[in-house]
Protein backbone atom coordinates (compact mmCIF):
# COMPACT_ATOMS: atom_id res chain seq x y z
CA UNK A 1 0.00 0.00 0.00
CA UNK A 2 1.35 3.82 -0.69
CA UNK A 3 2.77 6.06 1.95
CA UNK A 4 0.19 8.64 2.70
CA UNK A 5 1.29 12.07 3.20
CA UNK A 6 -0.41 14.92 5.28
CA UNK A 7 -0.27 17.92 3.30
CA UNK A 8 -0.56 21.80 3.42
CA UNK A 9 -0.22 24.41 1.51
CA UNK A 10 2.54 26.82 2.32
CA UNK A 11 2.99 29.56 0.04
CA UNK A 12 5.90 31.81 1.42
CA UNK A 13 5.79 35.51 1.46
CA UNK A 14 8.67 35.76 -0.96
CA UNK A 15 7.24 33.85 -3.78
CA UNK A 16 3.58 35.05 -3.32
CA UNK A 17 5.51 38.91 -3.22
CA UNK A 18 7.72 38.12 -6.31
CA UNK A 19 4.41 37.58 -7.91
CA UNK A 20 2.26 40.20 -7.09
CA UNK A 21 5.80 42.17 -8.17
CA UNK A 22 5.22 40.21 -11.44
CA UNK A 23 1.82 41.53 -11.35
CA UNK A 24 2.24 45.24 -10.61
CA UNK A 25 5.30 45.84 -13.25
CA UNK A 26 3.13 44.33 -16.01
CA UNK A 27 3.64 46.39 -19.24
CA UNK A 28 0.20 46.87 -20.42
CA UNK A 29 0.19 46.59 -24.45
CA UNK A 30 -1.95 49.78 -25.89
CA UNK A 31 -5.61 48.31 -26.28
CA UNK A 32 -7.81 50.27 -28.41
CA UNK A 33 -11.66 50.20 -26.93
CA UNK A 34 -14.05 48.23 -28.61
CA UNK A 35 -17.87 47.70 -28.23
CA UNK A 36 -17.27 44.23 -26.51
CA UNK A 37 -13.75 43.26 -25.23
CA UNK A 38 -14.65 40.24 -24.32
CA UNK A 39 -15.47 39.21 -28.29
CA UNK A 40 -10.97 39.13 -28.77
CA UNK A 41 -10.26 37.45 -25.64
CA UNK A 42 -9.96 38.49 -22.68
CA UNK A 43 -11.51 41.89 -21.57
CA UNK A 44 -8.75 44.28 -20.28
CA UNK A 45 -11.14 46.76 -18.11
CA UNK A 46 -11.92 43.17 -16.57
CA UNK A 47 -8.25 41.97 -16.22
CA UNK A 48 -7.12 45.49 -15.02
CA UNK A 49 -9.72 45.39 -12.15
CA UNK A 50 -8.80 42.03 -11.67
CA UNK A 51 -5.29 43.01 -11.30
CA UNK A 52 -5.94 46.00 -9.51
CA UNK A 53 -7.66 43.65 -6.54
CA UNK A 54 -4.84 41.17 -7.11
CA UNK A 55 -2.60 43.27 -5.48
CA UNK A 56 -4.39 45.50 -3.49
CA UNK A 57 -7.10 43.57 -1.82
CA UNK A 58 -6.83 40.12 -2.59
CA UNK A 59 -5.76 38.43 1.16
CA UNK A 60 -3.47 35.45 0.05
CA UNK A 61 -2.91 34.18 3.56
CA UNK A 62 -6.86 34.02 3.95
CA UNK A 63 -7.07 32.15 0.94
CA UNK A 64 -3.92 29.53 2.11
CA UNK A 65 -5.98 29.16 5.04
CA UNK A 66 -8.94 28.29 3.24
CA UNK A 67 -7.08 25.77 0.47
CA UNK A 68 -6.33 23.92 4.23
CA UNK A 69 -9.99 23.70 5.52
CA UNK A 70 -10.33 20.31 4.49
CA UNK A 71 -8.10 17.17 4.92
CA UNK A 72 -5.42 16.68 2.36
CA UNK A 73 -2.45 14.25 1.19
CA UNK A 74 -0.34 12.71 -1.08
CA UNK A 75 0.61 9.61 -2.27
CA UNK A 76 2.47 7.86 -4.29
CA UNK A 77 0.83 5.78 -7.59
CA UNK A 78 3.01 4.64 -9.72
CA UNK A 79 5.44 7.86 -10.53
CA UNK A 80 3.26 10.34 -9.85
CA UNK A 81 2.69 11.95 -6.13
CA UNK A 82 -0.87 12.48 -6.49
CA UNK A 83 -2.63 15.16 -4.53
CA UNK A 84 -6.32 14.88 -2.98
CA UNK A 85 -8.88 15.66 -0.42
CA UNK A 86 -10.31 12.85 1.60
CA UNK A 87 -13.03 14.51 3.79
CA UNK A 88 -14.83 11.67 5.60
CA UNK A 89 -18.16 12.79 6.44
CA UNK A 90 -21.34 11.13 8.09
CA UNK A 91 -21.45 8.52 5.45
CA UNK A 92 -17.91 6.81 7.83
CA UNK A 93 -16.40 5.38 5.14
CA UNK A 94 -19.51 3.62 3.62
CA UNK A 95 -20.55 5.37 0.55
CA UNK A 96 -17.13 6.76 -1.28
CA UNK A 97 -17.71 9.35 -3.93
CA UNK A 98 -14.25 10.37 -6.29
CA UNK A 99 -14.95 13.81 -7.85
CA UNK A 100 -12.83 14.95 -10.55
CA UNK A 101 -12.21 18.32 -11.60
CA UNK A 102 -11.32 19.94 -15.10
CA UNK A 103 -9.33 22.73 -17.09
CA UNK A 104 -8.67 25.78 -16.26
CA UNK A 105 -10.34 24.73 -12.78
CA UNK A 106 -8.96 22.97 -9.91
CA UNK A 107 -9.99 20.97 -6.76
CA UNK A 108 -11.04 24.44 -5.33
CA UNK A 109 -14.14 24.25 -7.90
CA UNK A 110 -16.02 22.13 -5.39
CA UNK A 111 -15.54 24.24 -2.02
CA UNK A 112 -19.16 25.32 -1.68
CA UNK A 113 -20.27 21.87 -2.40
CA UNK A 114 -18.07 19.79 0.00
CA UNK A 115 -19.39 19.71 3.69
CA UNK A 116 -22.91 19.93 2.40
CA UNK A 117 -22.08 16.60 0.32
CA UNK A 118 -20.51 15.07 3.35
CA UNK A 119 -22.26 16.72 6.34
CA UNK A 120 -25.75 17.18 4.45
CA UNK A 121 -27.73 17.07 8.25
CA UNK A 122 -25.51 20.00 9.07
CA UNK A 123 -27.93 21.86 6.12
CA UNK A 124 -31.08 20.29 7.06
CA UNK A 125 -30.79 17.10 5.35
CA UNK A 126 -30.29 13.75 6.11
CA UNK A 127 -26.95 11.99 7.05
CA UNK A 128 -27.74 8.67 5.43
CA UNK A 129 -26.88 10.87 2.43
CA UNK A 130 -23.45 11.60 3.39
CA UNK A 131 -20.56 10.97 0.94
CA UNK A 132 -17.19 10.08 1.92
CA UNK A 133 -15.36 12.31 -0.66
CA UNK A 134 -12.12 11.95 -2.53
CA UNK A 135 -11.47 15.09 -4.94
CA UNK A 136 -7.81 14.78 -6.35
CA UNK A 137 -5.68 17.20 -8.28
CA UNK A 138 -5.12 15.92 -11.61
CA UNK A 139 -1.69 14.61 -12.87
CA UNK A 140 0.12 18.14 -13.79
CA UNK A 141 -1.98 20.03 -12.23
CA UNK A 142 -2.14 21.85 -8.45
CA UNK A 143 -0.29 19.92 -5.80
CA UNK A 144 0.09 16.74 -7.71
CA UNK A 145 3.15 16.09 -9.28
CA UNK A 146 4.21 17.11 -12.83
CA UNK A 147 4.97 14.64 -15.71
CA UNK A 148 7.42 14.34 -18.03
CA UNK A 149 5.16 14.14 -20.64
CA UNK A 150 1.94 14.58 -21.82
CA UNK A 151 -0.48 11.85 -20.42
CA UNK A 152 -4.52 11.73 -20.42
CA UNK A 153 -7.29 11.50 -19.25
CA UNK A 154 -7.43 6.94 -19.92
CA UNK A 155 -4.19 7.11 -17.74
CA UNK A 156 -5.90 9.28 -14.83
CA UNK A 157 -8.57 7.33 -14.48
CA UNK A 158 -6.74 3.89 -14.29
CA UNK A 159 -3.83 5.85 -11.36
CA UNK A 160 -7.05 7.30 -9.52
CA UNK A 161 -8.73 3.88 -9.80
CA UNK A 162 -5.71 2.59 -7.81
CA UNK A 163 -5.69 6.07 -5.30
CA UNK A 164 -9.61 4.92 -4.56
CA UNK A 165 -9.11 1.25 -4.17
CA UNK A 166 -5.08 0.31 -3.44
CA UNK A 167 -4.41 3.07 -1.59
CA UNK A 168 -7.45 4.54 0.56
CA UNK A 169 -8.67 0.68 0.46
CA UNK A 170 -12.43 0.81 -1.02
CA UNK A 171 -13.48 -2.15 -2.70
CA UNK A 172 -16.34 -0.09 -5.17
CA UNK A 173 -16.85 3.71 -5.27
CA UNK A 174 -18.98 5.67 -7.82
CA UNK A 175 -17.60 8.84 -9.46
CA UNK A 176 -18.53 12.28 -10.86
CA UNK A 177 -16.76 14.54 -12.99
CA UNK A 178 -17.20 17.31 -15.33
CA UNK A 179 -14.88 19.02 -18.06
CA UNK A 180 -11.45 16.77 -18.43
CA UNK A 181 -13.49 15.08 -15.16
CA UNK A 182 -16.00 14.17 -16.89
CA UNK A 183 -13.19 12.46 -19.22
CA UNK A 184 -11.48 10.68 -16.44
CA UNK A 185 -15.09 9.50 -14.91
CA UNK A 186 -16.13 8.14 -18.17
CA UNK A 187 -13.10 6.27 -18.62
CA UNK A 188 -13.43 4.82 -14.72
CA UNK A 189 -16.88 3.39 -16.05
CA UNK A 190 -15.38 2.19 -19.23
CA UNK A 191 -12.43 0.69 -18.18
CA UNK A 192 -12.97 0.18 -14.59
CA UNK A 193 -16.75 -1.17 -14.02
CA UNK A 194 -15.84 -3.45 -11.38
CA UNK A 195 -14.93 -0.87 -9.19
CA UNK A 196 -16.96 1.97 -10.19
CA UNK A 197 -20.50 0.93 -9.54
CA UNK A 198 -21.72 4.42 -11.17
CA UNK A 199 -20.94 7.69 -12.62
CA UNK A 200 -22.47 11.01 -12.88
CA UNK A 201 -21.42 13.56 -15.26
CA UNK A 202 -22.18 17.28 -16.11
CA UNK A 203 -20.93 17.03 -19.58
CA UNK A 204 -20.74 14.56 -21.59
CA UNK A 205 -17.09 13.27 -23.04
CA UNK A 206 -17.06 9.91 -25.22
CA UNK A 207 -18.91 10.65 -29.15
CA UNK A 208 -19.90 7.29 -29.84
CA UNK A 209 -18.90 5.24 -33.35
CA UNK A 210 -20.55 6.40 -36.26
CA UNK A 211 -21.28 10.19 -36.36
CA UNK A 212 -24.16 11.53 -36.42
CA UNK A 213 -27.66 9.53 -37.30
CA UNK A 214 -30.90 11.69 -36.71
CA UNK A 215 -31.48 15.45 -37.52
CA UNK A 216 -31.22 16.56 -33.98
CA UNK A 217 -27.79 15.05 -34.20
CA UNK A 218 -26.33 17.19 -37.31
CA UNK A 219 -28.17 19.78 -36.61
CA UNK A 220 -25.96 19.88 -32.75
CA UNK A 221 -23.41 18.72 -34.35
CA UNK A 222 -22.97 21.31 -36.55
CA UNK A 223 -23.44 24.04 -33.79
CA UNK A 224 -21.00 22.63 -31.82
CA UNK A 225 -18.43 22.78 -35.01
CA UNK A 226 -19.78 26.28 -35.27
CA UNK A 227 -18.77 26.77 -31.94
CA UNK A 228 -15.69 25.36 -31.42
CA UNK A 229 -14.43 28.00 -34.85
CA UNK A 230 -15.45 30.89 -32.57
CA UNK A 231 -14.52 29.45 -28.93
CA UNK A 232 -12.03 26.39 -29.59
CA UNK A 233 -8.83 28.17 -29.92
CA UNK A 234 -7.35 27.66 -27.23
CA UNK A 235 -8.42 24.09 -27.66
CA UNK A 236 -6.57 23.41 -30.92
CA UNK A 237 -3.43 25.20 -29.65
CA UNK A 238 -3.20 23.31 -26.42
CA UNK A 239 -4.02 19.60 -28.07
CA UNK A 240 -1.54 20.51 -30.70
CA UNK A 241 1.60 22.57 -29.58
CA UNK A 242 1.06 23.48 -26.28
CA UNK A 243 4.90 24.14 -24.93
CA UNK A 244 4.74 27.14 -27.18
CA UNK A 245 1.82 28.33 -24.71
CA UNK A 246 3.71 27.58 -21.64
CA UNK A 247 6.54 29.74 -22.70
CA UNK A 248 4.35 33.06 -22.73
CA UNK A 249 2.96 32.10 -19.70
CA UNK A 250 5.98 31.16 -17.73
CA UNK A 251 6.45 33.79 -15.53
CA UNK A 252 4.00 36.14 -16.54
CA UNK A 253 1.24 35.54 -13.93
CA UNK A 254 -1.37 38.23 -15.86
CA UNK A 255 -0.94 36.33 -18.83
CA UNK A 256 -2.16 33.22 -16.82
CA UNK A 257 -4.98 35.14 -15.23
CA UNK A 258 -6.06 36.35 -18.43
CA UNK A 259 -6.31 32.78 -20.27
CA UNK A 260 -7.94 31.47 -17.28
CA UNK A 261 -10.62 34.20 -16.95
CA UNK A 262 -11.26 33.77 -20.55
CA UNK A 263 -12.54 30.43 -20.14
CA UNK A 264 -15.04 31.37 -16.80
CA UNK A 265 -16.47 34.09 -18.57
CA UNK A 266 -17.09 31.97 -21.91
CA UNK A 267 -18.08 29.32 -20.51
CA UNK A 268 -20.19 30.25 -17.25
CA UNK A 269 -24.20 30.75 -17.39
CA UNK A 270 -23.84 34.73 -17.47
CA UNK A 271 -27.83 35.11 -18.51
CA UNK A 272 -28.65 36.36 -15.35
CA UNK A 273 -25.54 37.83 -13.81
CA UNK A 274 -22.69 38.93 -14.47
CA UNK A 275 -18.84 37.59 -14.47
CA UNK A 276 -18.21 39.58 -10.44
CA UNK A 277 -21.30 37.57 -9.08
CA UNK A 278 -20.76 34.51 -10.84
CA UNK A 279 -17.20 34.08 -9.62
CA UNK A 280 -15.92 36.92 -7.06
CA UNK A 281 -12.54 38.44 -7.73
CA UNK A 282 -11.51 36.29 -4.87
CA UNK A 283 -12.35 33.07 -5.60
CA UNK A 284 -11.17 33.63 -9.39
CA UNK A 285 -7.80 34.60 -7.96
CA UNK A 286 -7.62 31.68 -5.55
CA UNK A 287 -8.25 29.18 -8.45
CA UNK A 288 -5.49 31.24 -10.66
CA UNK A 289 -2.79 31.60 -7.94
CA UNK A 290 -3.25 27.36 -7.47
CA UNK A 291 -1.97 27.67 -11.52
CA UNK A 292 0.53 29.74 -11.00
CA UNK A 293 2.41 29.71 -7.53
CA UNK A 294 2.75 25.47 -8.66
CA UNK A 295 4.17 26.07 -12.12
CA UNK A 296 0.95 24.05 -13.49
CA UNK A 297 0.09 26.69 -16.15
CA UNK A 298 2.16 24.44 -18.65
CA UNK A 299 1.03 20.89 -17.36
CA UNK A 300 -2.42 21.56 -17.19
CA UNK A 301 -2.05 22.76 -21.47
CA UNK A 302 -0.22 19.39 -22.12
CA UNK A 303 -3.21 17.88 -20.33
CA UNK A 304 -4.93 18.58 -24.10
CA UNK A 305 -2.04 16.95 -26.35
CA UNK A 306 -2.63 13.47 -23.88
CA UNK A 307 -6.60 13.53 -25.11
CA UNK A 308 -4.16 13.16 -28.95
CA UNK A 309 -1.89 10.63 -27.79
CA UNK A 310 -4.13 8.57 -26.08
CA UNK A 311 -6.42 8.26 -29.03
CA UNK A 312 -8.93 10.68 -28.73
CA UNK A 313 -13.16 10.80 -27.55
CA UNK A 314 -14.52 8.50 -30.75
CA UNK A 315 -15.67 4.71 -29.43
CA UNK A 316 -14.75 2.29 -31.94
CA UNK A 317 -17.68 -0.08 -33.69
CA UNK A 318 -19.27 -2.13 -30.64
CA UNK A 319 -17.83 0.19 -28.07
CA UNK A 320 -19.85 2.02 -25.16
CA UNK A 321 -19.41 2.73 -21.56
CA UNK A 322 -21.69 0.22 -19.73
CA UNK A 323 -21.66 1.89 -16.32
CA UNK A 324 -24.90 3.03 -15.25
CA UNK A 325 -24.25 6.77 -16.18
CA UNK A 326 -26.28 9.89 -14.82
CA UNK A 327 -26.13 13.50 -16.42
CA UNK A 328 -27.54 16.75 -15.54
CA UNK A 329 -27.71 19.33 -18.30
CA UNK A 330 -26.86 22.91 -16.80
CA UNK A 331 -28.31 24.70 -19.92
CA UNK A 332 -25.90 27.98 -19.09
CA UNK A 333 -22.81 25.76 -20.70
CA UNK A 334 -22.73 28.25 -24.35
CA UNK A 335 -19.88 25.73 -25.88
CA UNK A 336 -19.51 22.34 -24.64
CA UNK A 337 -23.73 22.10 -25.03
CA UNK A 338 -25.47 18.48 -24.26
CA UNK A 339 -25.82 16.31 -27.27
CA UNK A 340 -29.34 14.59 -27.98
CA UNK A 341 -30.23 11.73 -25.83
CA UNK A 342 -29.81 9.52 -29.02
CA UNK A 343 -26.11 10.54 -29.51
CA UNK A 344 -25.63 9.92 -25.58
CA UNK A 345 -27.42 6.71 -25.69
CA UNK A 346 -24.85 5.51 -27.75
CA UNK A 347 -22.11 6.32 -26.06
CA UNK A 348 -23.22 5.33 -22.35
CA UNK A 349 -26.05 3.61 -20.28
CA UNK A 350 -27.58 6.49 -19.23
CA UNK A 351 -29.95 5.50 -16.56
CA UNK A 352 -30.56 9.28 -15.48
CA UNK A 353 -31.06 12.89 -17.17
CA UNK A 354 -31.41 16.10 -15.01
CA UNK A 355 -32.33 19.30 -16.78
CA UNK A 356 -31.35 21.59 -14.44
CA UNK A 357 -32.84 25.01 -14.56
CA UNK A 358 -29.83 27.04 -14.69
CA UNK A 359 -25.60 26.40 -14.43
CA UNK A 360 -22.77 26.49 -16.49
CA UNK A 361 -19.62 24.49 -17.30
CA UNK A 362 -18.48 25.19 -13.65
CA UNK A 363 -21.37 23.34 -12.02
CA UNK A 364 -20.64 23.20 -8.76
CA UNK A 365 -18.78 26.40 -8.63
CA UNK A 366 -21.30 28.47 -10.32
CA UNK A 367 -24.26 26.35 -8.99
CA UNK A 368 -23.42 24.21 -5.56
CA UNK A 369 -26.80 23.74 -4.24
CA UNK A 370 -28.19 22.44 -7.40
CA UNK A 371 -25.00 20.39 -7.98
CA UNK A 372 -25.48 18.66 -4.27
CA UNK A 373 -29.22 18.38 -4.72
CA UNK A 374 -28.52 16.47 -8.32
CA UNK A 375 -25.75 14.38 -7.03
CA UNK A 376 -27.48 13.85 -3.90
CA UNK A 377 -29.99 12.37 -5.34
CA UNK A 378 -28.54 10.25 -8.15
CA UNK A 379 -26.50 8.77 -4.95
CA UNK A 380 -29.68 7.49 -3.10
CA UNK A 381 -30.00 4.69 -6.24
CA UNK A 382 -26.39 3.97 -6.47
Same mark, same amino acid.
Request: aromatic fraction near 14%.
Given at each position: ???????????????? %????????? @???????????????????? *???????????? @? !?WRSAMAELNRFPQFTARVEDYDLHFLQVV?????????????? =????????????????????????????????????? &????????????? %??????????????? $?? *??? @??? %??????????? =?????? &???????????? /??????????????? =???????????? &? &? *???? %??????? $? /? =???????????????????????????????????????????? @???????????? *????????GGIAFKEGERCETPTAFANFPGEPLYTAPPRTWADRAYNITRWTEMPRGGHFAAMEE? !??????????????
Open positions: MADIQPFEVAWSETDV %QAVLDQVRA @YPWPPIPEVPDGWAYGCDAS *YLKALCEHWTER @Y !DGEAGGRRPLLVTHG =WPGSHYEFWGAIEKLAFPSRFGGDAKDAFDLVIPSLP &GFGFSSKPTRPIG %QRTTARLFNTLMTDV $LG *YPS @YIA %QGGDWGAMVTS =WLGHDH &GAQVRAIHLNMM /AFRPFGGPQTPDEIA =WLTRQSAMMDVM &G &G *YFRL %QASKPQS $L /A =WMGAGNPVGQAAWIAERFHDWSDLREKPLDAVHPKDRMLTNIMI @YVMTGSFATGAW *YYRGLLEEP !DLFVADVRDWGKGV
